[in-house]
């Protein structure tokens, strides 16, 4: 059964850097194809994917984000970490991490999100 | 990027009616789709992938259609647990991009 969960602040002020980690098992992300993703979604909006990481080390960045973005993995803590740095009130939202079987296919297990407030 | 554009924004529907959903690549992603759908407060669930292969789980109601650029969501006969937002999402091209949403809603 394959399970994700994100954890970190539920509150940042602006200019401060967020720090997201995705614990999950079930998978390993040593397994061939197997990728996992970082997607947010501000309150009443619509989804936007982040970045994604593949079991390889390839790392995928949303290009308006890319700048601000870093996503690593730790294999042995099967644990996925996404870092944003400048954080804004724009970025106020629920941050989802996702799990991916192969290349091209869908995000097939999601975590239940966490949501982060950008806020002074 | 792959602009996906969502037609209509939301939608009213009765129990039971037939609700038909639209997705627009903007340029030819194969059959490189998915829908997804989210209830308020919950985590998107995919429903569709391949444009038209159902995820395992999903009841039969739901079936997907298309290629190229232009997809469609059918649900042939709506359910109470079936009012919500619904995405596409093209799955090949990074980056992956979703589409704005549809919401349906209980008329």
């Known amino acids: 059964q394959i399970t994700l969960k994100e954890s970190g602040p539920t509150l940042v002020r602006p200019t401060q850097t967020l720090t997201l980690t995705c614990t999950f098992s079930g998978f390993a992300l040593s397994t061939t194809g197997v990728g996992v993703g970082w997607i947010r979604q501000p309150p009443g909006r619509a989804l936007e994917w982040l970045a994604f990481?593949?079991?390889?080390?390839?790392?995928r960045y949303s290009p308006s984000l890319k700048s601000r973005l870093t996503i690593t993995k730790d294999t042995s803590k099967s644990q996925v970490v996404l870092t944003m740095i400048d954080m804004d009130p724009v970025d106020t939202g629920t941050y989802y991490c996702?799990?991916?079987?192969?290349?091209?296919?869908?995000?097939?297990?999601w975590g239940q999100g966490t949501l982060v407030a950008v806020s002074s | 990027d792959i602009q996906m554009t969502q037609s209509p924004s939301s939608v009213s529907a009765s129990v039971g009616d037939r609700v038909t959903i639209t997705c627009r690549a903007s340029q030819g992603i194969s059959s490189w789709l998915a829908w997804y759908q989210q209830k308020p407060g919950k985590a998107p669930k995919v429903l569709i992938y391949g444009a038209s292969s159902l995820q395992s789980g999903v009841p039969s109601r739901f079936s997907g259609s298309g290629s190229g650029t232009d997809f469609t969501l059918t649900i042939s006969s709506l359910q109470p647990e079936d009012f919500a937002t619904y995405y596409c999402q093209q799955t090949n091209y990074f980056p992956l991009t979703f589409g704005g949403g549809t919401k349906v809603e209980i008329k």
């Open positions: 990481i593949y079991w390889d080390d390839d790392k």
């Open positions: 996702a799990h991916r079987p192969a290349a091209a296919r869908p995000l097939d297990y």
